[in-house]
């Protein structure tokens, strides 16, 4: 064989190699990954190709396909749209999916890996292939409180069951009607996405677990107070207690929600009352005893700075460890610049009720077949422990305290201890507030937690708190779980 030969065997030769490794990378590899990307045009068409399968709420539909007269076969048909919008989302031909229809549009369209032998059984008998059908973990009064609760606010509200991680409701609002965004019309679905995509503020954004987060004021003293309590301190540890303070560095003064001493007097106040009153400046004392690793650290541990599957992707809720002393002070009372969506803020609350367990949330119980056998089901799981169980008793009680005789008294229900705290989010001045509530109910055996977030200051500027109009919304939310 001359050089030449030679030479270009082993460029053939190479060529060959490439090819075989991209096209296994591609067939085998990233297969999955592909066929779960909404906005793969093949995708899309396969997934009219089958009778779509249904997402369900204690049985009802909520989102279902119907035969149609067109080339696509079935249309999409969303019974409750808006009320359920930021659960199914939406399954459009050229603008993607979101949601469930997004996340689990393979089982949906039965051309997941666990539907194979449905696919090929179809295929042989002659029958309408039929994707698998979601059963949801929401309990439908539990929604429709949110919903109701939350109508004219831009906000959000999730309730989970601690002990499973089961999401019993899950609102943003605004919602949207996702029945124009199904139309087989391509014209009709990009006049109606854009009109959603341009409203203010925007339907589209899911502030329940996307990027709608929000400074949560007060309510992260909830995580300061379990890293207090797992380093050495106690509800009755004293801190100073001056009218103001200055934080290091600067000339920034910082008070508490009622201006004047925490309590209304002493040189001193207990983390309790501090904790029950709201009162900024004790908390910003702790954080600068503990040191930005602690609060860091135990933020983190109830999630912070990571996504979760629910099982679509939540937007990680951000707590920054590259600050100096003076922000460190002011991400104690939920300000700098710490953002939480209700997700993560729900996720909290449900672990301190849980005996300090954080349990793995998620919208799905089950993943059922054409012929109703279960292809999947859920099984509860850890998602870590960020404190102890003692920690978590002592750290209920305080929010129970808080409910009963402090800040928090507006989510009160009759005959049942609830626990939780409120937070009312700055940003800047003039700016509306944040308002905020998380808590749980019954505190001696916890049945929901739930967090409800307020953007824009509920319309009225700063003139509310989270006491006044989260705090509410969240009983409403526990009373229909607990069928009060």
């Known amino acids: 064989m001359n050089k030449e030969l030679r030479r270009v065997s082993v460029i053939v030769l190479a060529m060959f190699l490439a090819l075989f490794g991209s096209t296994t990378v591609i067939s085998?590899?990233?297969?999955?990954?592909?066929?779960?990307?909404?906005?793969?045009?093949?995708?899309?068409?396969?997934?009219?190709?089958?009778?779509?399968?249904?997402?369900?709420?204690?049985?009802?539909?909520?989102?279902?396909?119907?035969?149609?007269?067109?080339?696509?076969?079935?249309?999409?048909?969303?019974?409750?749209?808006?009320?359920?919008?930021?659960?199914?989302g939406y399954f459009t031909l050229n603008q993607g999916s979101t949601g469930l229809e997004g996340s689990l549009n393979q089982q949906l369209s039965g051309t997941a890996n666990s539907q194979f032998f449905d696919q090929l059984n179809a295929i042989i008998t002659g029958q309408e292939p039929t994707g698998a059908s979601i059963a949801t973990t929401l309990d439908a009064e539990a929604q429709q409180a949110a919903w109701d609760a939350m109508q004219g606010y831009e906000g959000a509200v999730v309730a989970i069951e601690p002990s499973t991680g089961r999401i019993l409701a899950l609102v943003s609002t605004p919602g949207f009607d996702p029945n124009p965004l199904a139309?087989?019309?391509?014209?009709?679905?990009?006049?109606?996405?854009?009109?959603?995509?341009?409203?203010?503020?925007?339907?589209?954004?899911?502030?329940?677990?996307?990027?709608?987060?929000?400074?949560?004021?007060?309510?992260?003293?909830?995580?300061?107070?379990?890293?207090?309590?797992?380093?050495?301190?106690?509800?009755?540890?004293?801190?100073?207690?001056?009218?103001t303070l200055t934080l290091p560095g600067t000339n920034t003064q910082i008070n508490n929600p009622v201006v004047g001493q925490c309590s209304g007097g002493g040189d001193t106040v207990s983390m309790a009352t501090a904790l029950n009153l709201s009162c900024n400046i004790p908390y910003a004392e702790l954080a600068q005893d503990l040191g930005v690793d602690t609060v860091a650290d135990m933020a983190e541990a109830f999630g912070f700075n990571s996504s979760t599957q629910i099982p679509m992707t939540s937007t990680p809720s951000r707590y920054p460890r590259d600050i100096d002393e003076a922000q460190l002070?002011?991400?104690?009372?939920?300000?700098?610049?710490?953002?939480?969506?209700?997700?993560?803020?729900?996720?909290?609350?449900?672990?301190?009720?849980?005996?300090?367990?954080?349990?793995?949330?998620?919208?799905?119980?089950?993943?059922?077949?054409?012929?109703?056998?279960?292809?999947?089901?859920?099984?509860?799981?850890?998602?870590?422990?960020?404190?102890?169980?003692?920690?978590?008793?002592t750290l209920n009680d305080m929010l129970v305290d808080g409910v009963s005789n402090g800040a928090a008294g507006g989510a009160r229900i009759d005959g049942v201890a609830v626990g939780g705290k409120t937070g009312t989010g700055e940003n800047g001045p003039g700016e509306p507030f944040n308002l905020w509530f998380s808590g749980f109910a019954p505190a001696e055996d916890p049945q929901v937690a739930v967090s409800v977030i307020v953007g824009d200051g509920g319309g009225r500027g700063q003139q509310l708190s989270g006491n006044a109009l989260a705090a509410p919304i969240a009983r409403q939310v526990m009373e229909a779980v607990l069928n009060q």
């Open 183 to 243: 139309s087989h019309i391509t014209s009709e679905v990009i006049e109606r996405y854009t009109a959603l995509d341009e409203a203010r503020p925007s339907p589209l954004q899911n502030r329940a677990y996307g990027g709608g987060q929000y400074s949560p004021g007060s309510t992260f003293k909830i995580i300061m107070t379990a890293a207090a309590l797992e380093n050495g301190y106690a509800p009755d540890s004293q801190f100073e207690n001056p009218a």
């Open 28 to 88: 085998a590899i990233e297969a999955d990954n592909l066929a779960a990307q909404s906005n793969n045009r093949r995708v899309v068409l396969d997934s009219y190709s089958a009778q779509r399968g249904a997402i369900l709420v204690e049985g009802t539909p909520i989102a279902y396909s119907e035969p149609s007269d067109d080339v696509y076969r079935f249309q999409r048909i969303y019974s409750e749209g808006e009320k359920y919008s930021g659960v199914t």
């Open 329 to 393: 002070m002011l991400t104690a009372f939920g300000m700098s610049s710490v953002r939480v969506n209700a997700l993560q803020n729900a996720m909290v609350v449900a672990a301190v009720a849980n005996d300090g367990v954080l349990m793995q949330p998620t919208l799905v119980d089950s993943v059922i077949a054409a012929d109703l056998s279960v292809l999947d089901e859920f099984q509860a799981s850890e998602l870590g422990r960020p404190i102890t169980s003692a920690t978590a008793s």
